[in-house]
């Protein structure tokens, strides 16, 4: 290895640093995991329902039910609209494949659907894709920021179907139509360690403001009863733990300065992107307050530039590599390559950048250099 390779690896910009949250938290945390460990309660209790509390408040619905991921989550939305075996249920195509795969999990049918130029679900061919076995439209907000829920809510109506969100990549976004996760009639969120509100492994939470929603998506989470060793109907084991809810409360009243900190940082990146030749920097919908969960610029030529940025020392990601039509796990539906276009002509070209509410100025000089050196 050159000088020059040792000194870029030993001075590597990371893409994600939660070393940096957990310090800030740990005085707060780490005595109150010791009384866990004391009493033994785990599962359930105070710390559960004292988030749960305190997170719907923060998105300002009635109701939120911690589960175990964002998988589950979305699982558990959907059932609670409704959604059963042979159901219709549409997707963007470019989202995480758990998306899809919660519906999957029921016996639904996702119908995936293009994204529009912020990479967004597009509501025109939300309409499109309609048949009378459609239940549901997923609006995921994608990298921080909020699908338009204002027009889907026009197409939902007409068309008698529920809005289930995906928020789990935008906690504290907001639109003009509100907040992330009080925009349909319920949401599913994860707290996924690398979410801007993020646990110390998987868990998730369902949000809405529908009483009896909510008290099934907790009857269901637990077995399928409301109360121990009754069980209504077959259902799952998916609780949110007491040792996550303690670090999700602490991080929690913290997440508005981060989410400062992020925007600073990607205004920063906007800055030192600007009139870069060869780099298609983000950019939001009008009314979006976007919260950054992800800085993703366009680039041609998108995996030479990627390698060579990691070799400068500076670290990357995509998100996602291959709209969900195109990979093995949903080949059997039938879509064709060619048939969503803006997906997949934005797959070949998307950078997720570093982007973190500890990273530094000189951090995000470093990657912009990087990124100019590899495009030119």
């Known amino acids: 290895m050159s000088t020059d390779e040792m000194t870029a690896v030993s001075t590597r910009v990371p893409f994600l640093n939660l070393a940096a949250q957990q310090a800030e938290v740990s005085d707060e945390v780490l005595p109150r995991w010791r009384e866990l460990f004391e009493t033994a309660q785990f599962v359930g209790g105070s710390e559960v329902s004292s988030f749960e509390a305190e997170y719907a408040r923060y998105i300002g619905v009635e109701h939120c039910v911690g589960v175990a991921n964002g998988t589950d989550a979305l699982e558990l939305a959907y059932r609670a609209v409704g959604v059963g075996p042979g159901d219709e249920v549409i997707i963007p195509v470019n989202t995480f494949v758990a998306t899809a795969e919660a519906a999957t999990r029921i016996g639904a049918v996702p119908v995936f659907v293009d994204c529009d130029e912020h990479l967004l679900l597009d509501v025109d061919a939300v309409e499109a894709a309609i048949t009378a076995r459609t239940r549901a439209i997923v609006p995921v907000h994608l990298y921080g920021q909020v699908a338009d829920v204002a027009a889907l809510r026009v ?7 529920a809005i289930v969100e995906d928020a789990a990549q935008a906690q504290g976004a907001s ?7 009080a925009l349909g009639r319920a949401a599913a969120t994860s707290f996924y360690p690398s979410k801007n509100l993020g646990a110390a492994g998987d868990a998730g939470a369902v949000l809405t403001d529908d009483p009896e929603l909510a008290a099934y998506v907790r009857s269901f989470a637990a077995h399928g009863g409301a109360s121990r060793y009754v069980h209504d109907v077959p259902g799952m084991n998916s609780r949110l733990d007491a040792v996550q809810a303690v670090l999700l409360r602490a991080k929690l009243l913290r997440l508005d300065a981060w989410t400062a900190a992020r925007t600073e940082a990607a205004g920063r990146y906007g800055r030192l992107l600007s009139g870069m030749s060869g780099v298609q920097a983000p950019t939001s919908l009008p009314g979006n307050d976007d919260v950054w969960h992800l800085y993703v610029v366009q680039v041609d030529d998108r995996d030479r530039v990627s390698a060579e940025m990691d070799a400068a020392g500076v670290d990357n990601v995509i998100h996602y590599p291959h709209p969900l039509h195109l990979t093995p796990a949903y080949a059997p539906l039938g879509y064709r390559r060619g048939q969503f276009p803006v997906a997949e002509a934005a797959a070949k ?4 950048l570093p982007l973190y509410p500890h990273i530094t100025a000189p951090q995000q000089e470093r990657v912009a250099e990087a990124l100019h050196e590899a495009v030119r």
């Open 175 to 181: 639109s003009q139509a509100g907040r992330a996760g």
């Open 155 to 161: 197409v939902a109506r007409r068309h008698d179907l």
């Open 349 to 352: 070209r998307i950078l997720s």
